[in-house]
């Protein structure tokens, strides 16, 4: 189950078919649908989640931290709507594309996706245009 939980912003309704798209994912990385849940949350809160469990001192757009177990997928996955914001205005795309990118990327951290080399990193950025183009095929 994939639930959407708001720290630190006004709260915003998060469309049904994102949840869907979000399992869809999973179910197309032949994984399971665990316990998921979404925190969005403002750059401050993030920032104080990086500092505190992964000794990090810098903003980001999203931090998952993975209760993964065998096929199925769980996990807690944080994400800074300013952050999102800011780096949509920087890559000149909108949003909601970036909103997207960014659910997606927290998805395929926990389906075993990695980013920190550049191999993974490209990877991980090929996985996320597969799925955001998959993203067509659900309503807004």
């Not at 309704?13 to 849940?37: C, F, R, V």
Request: proline residues 2%; contains cysteine; negative net charge.
């Amino acid at each position: 189950m994939i639930n959407y939980f708001f720290e630190n912003i006004d709260t915003r309704n998060i469309h049904p078919d994102i949840t869907a798209w979000l399992e869809n994912l999973i179910i197309t990385e032949d994984k399971k649908p665990g316990d998921i849940s979404y925190i969005f949350c403002d750059d401050d809160y993030l920032l104080k989640v990086n500092q505190d469990y992964l000794d990090h001192d810098y903003y980001t757009d999203v931090i998952t931290f993975d209760y993964v177990k065998g096929k199925t997928i769980s996990g807690d996955i944080f994400v800074s709507l300013p952050r999102i914001l800011e780096n949509a205005d920087l890559l000149s795309q909108d949003f909601e594309r970036e909103f997207r990118r960014v659910l997606a990327h927290g998805v395929l951290h926990l389906c075993g996706y990695k980013d920190k080399s550049e191999a993974d990193a490209r990877e991980m950025r090929e996985k996320e245009e597969f799925y955001l183009a998959k993203f067509s095929d659900f309503q807004m």
